[in-house]
């Protein structure tokens, strides 16, 4: 009897031993699986980043280096300076579209960021709920139409509208290009403005109409300046998307390698010097290499912008 009790506890002891260990061992492989599921994510997420870097400076590379094959035949001077570009007659001055490139979003700049920001402010500020939840949604699908139906617009409307307006037998230009990019940016820089707007604590406007200030000074001393970091933002993501635009710039701006002087004088900047060339270039070529420089020079205008948002938004959060 004894001896039967003693060998069912040995028993039931190595069964609950053999459990333990088996419970241990679970345990323990399910430790080990998530360690390798954790370690494959983190090497998955570094091999990426890493790859879109290898992209970007690739890109870079590349431009570069074929860009500056240029000054083996041209001079830095000539090229950055000059306003003669006739590649029939070697001659390869980028001076106009550089220039061009930078009147275009000067204007551009003009014209769109005050309508922006009163956008902004009448939606944030000022439109009853009902109009601000309808307009919202409506700058949204703004920001997603095509490039080249604003170009196509411009072209067959605002041209036209240009020429009657003005009396001259050229619409065509940096006024109708610089018109055709507001209309693009205004909706990204509006939407930016209204969102950094509206989180500006309600603390600040109350505190500023407990000093009696109006409603115009509380928004444009108060609520504006506490908002300036994401405004400034938004402006200069639009601005990026105007230096890069392409196909609505080639519609309206005339094409025409001359220097923008006028407001109705067609002209040419980067982008649209370099779509319309770059297919007839051999590429082995000064004029193929004059254009990967205009492209690697965009791409600096880019990156520069890029940073200085990323400035803006570290500034931001400290503050």
């Avoid at 679970?26 to 997420?45: G, M, P, V």
Wanted: aromatic share 10%; charged share 15%; proline share 4%.
């Amino acid at each position: 009897m004894l001896e039967s009790t003693t060998t069912g506890s040995i028993a039931v002891s190595g069964e609950l031993g053999h459990s333990i260990r088996s419970g241990s061992g679970r345990k323990l492989d399910r430790k080990n699986r998530l360690l390798l599921y954790n370690r494959t994510f983190k090497i998955a997420c570094i091999a990426s980043a890493g790859f879109v870097c290898l992209i970007l400076f690739s890109i870079l590379f590349l431009m570069f280096r074929t860009g500056v094959l240029t000054f083996q035949t041209v001079p830095a001077a000539k090229f950055f300076f000059s306003t003669d570009w006739s590649p029939e007659n070697e001659s390869y001055g980028a001076f106009i579209f550089i220039f061009g490139t930078f009147a275009l979003t000067a204007l551009t700049l003009l014209i769109s960021v005050p309508i922006s920001i009163f956008v902004a402010v009448f939606l944030a500020e000022i439109a009853p709920r009902w109009l601000r939840d309808a307009m919202r949604p409506v700058l949204d699908l703004l920001v997603g139409i095509p490039s080249v139906v604003y170009g196509f617009l411009g072209m067959t409307i605002l041209i036209p509208l240009l020429r009657e307006s003005a009396g001259t037998s050229m619409g065509d230009g940096i006024l109708a290009a610089a018109i055709v990019l507001s209309i693009m940016v205004l909706p990204t820089i509006s939407r930016i403005s209204d969102d950094s707007i509206s989180v500006v604590p309600q603390k600040y406007r109350d505190a500023s109409y407990a000093l009696g200030a109006t409603r115009f000074q509380t928004v444009f001393k108060v609520v504006l300046p506490a908002a300036r970091s994401g405004i400034i933002y938004g402006i200069i993501l639009g601005m990026a998307r105007a230096v890069g635009e392409t196909m609505a710039v080639v519609m309206v701006i005339g094409n025409t390698p001359q220097l923008a002087d006028a407001l109705f004088k067609p002209t040419s900047v980067l982008t649209s010097n370099i779509v319309m060339q770059i297919s007839n270039v051999p590429f082995d070529s000064t004029w193929n290499y004059a254009l990967y420089l205009m492209g690697f020079l965009l791409l600096v205008i880019s990156l520069v912008m890029i940073v200085i948002i990323r400035l803006i938004q570290r500034r931001g959060a400290k503050s």
